[in-house]
């Protein structure tokens, strides 16, 4: 790639400042991406690492999965905690890549050792989902954990079902409730639905409603079909209503 960092590029490009950088990608795109391009080049591995989340979210550039992990890649190896993280998650998805489960694991450690949540988080489902390793439940329970107590909102609901069944750690109901409020103040899909139930359990549906129109809208497709089978059958017509308003996001609308 080579090629030197243009003098008249904007300092945030020669520092990147994260925050300028992100208001020049909305007040003047092109030349965001010039600069974001002339820095990644110059080997700024910050810059790397915007350029390939860019890349892969299809914003500003085209999306790009060889070219994103191409980035993340470089910056990984220069020692950006955040592209360890998600070259780890190009391996574990096959974005841009082969999927290799062991190298993914390889990644989300070297990450994990800067004390990157989004890493511990993502290594702790590999050891749960036995991901290129043997499960191993009690490494995810204190994955989770570590990475709950850095403030990780879906760390947290995952930490709650722990306390909740009983899994690694005895039942404690309040825990689990407790995390499952502060997954969903913190805005988790997962910690919403999971709080709402709680509020649903104890009778206070309408509390547990706008919970739950807001996690839609955040969930995956894959997530919201058993969401939607969980509310059709009950009495509440608040929590059916959100079912049937599931069922129609998800049935596809003939042409007008």
Do not use: K
Request: charged share 20%; proline share 5%.
């Amino acid at each position: 790639m080579g090629g030197e960092l243009r003098q008249d590029a904007p300092v945030y490009a020669r520092r990147l400042d994260a925050d300028a950088l992100a208001q020049q990608l909305r007040d003047d795109p092109a030349a965001a991406i010039v600069a974001l391009r002339d820095a990644a080049r110059a080997d700024d591995a910050e810059a790397q690492a915007w350029l390939g989340q860019l890349h892969l979210d299809g914003n500003v550039v085209p999306r790009d999965a060889a070219e994103a992990h191409y980035w993340f890649q470089r910056a990984a190896h220069a020692g950006v905690p955040m592209a360890m993280n998600m070259l780890g998650r190009c391996c574990e998805n096959g974005w841009g890549v082969a999927v290799d489960f062991p190298l993914a694991a390889v990644w989300y450690r070297r990450a994990a050792a800067h004390n990157l949540d989004w890493a511990i988080y993502n290594l702790a489902h590999m050891h749960w989902n036995g991901r290129g390793m043997a499960a191993d439940r009690v490494a995810a329970f204190t994955l989770f954990r570590r990475a709950a107590a850095l403030g990780h909102a879906r760390a947290m609901h995952f930490l709650g079902q722990f306390h909740e069944h009983g899994w690694e750690t005895p039942v404690n109901l309040d825990r689990a409730f407790d995390l499952y409020r502060q997954s969903a103040e913190l805005g988790d899909y997962r910690g919403l639905c999971s709080w709402a139930s709680v509020l649903a359990g104890m009778g206070r549906v309408d509390e547990a409603v706008p919970l739950i129109e807001r996690a839609i809208p955040l969930a995956p497709t894959h997530y919201l079909g058993p969401l939607a089978a969980q509310l059709r059958p009950s009495a509440h017509v608040a929590l059916h209503r959100l079912a049937i308003w599931i069922d129609e996001l998800s049935t596809p609308r003939a042409d007008a």
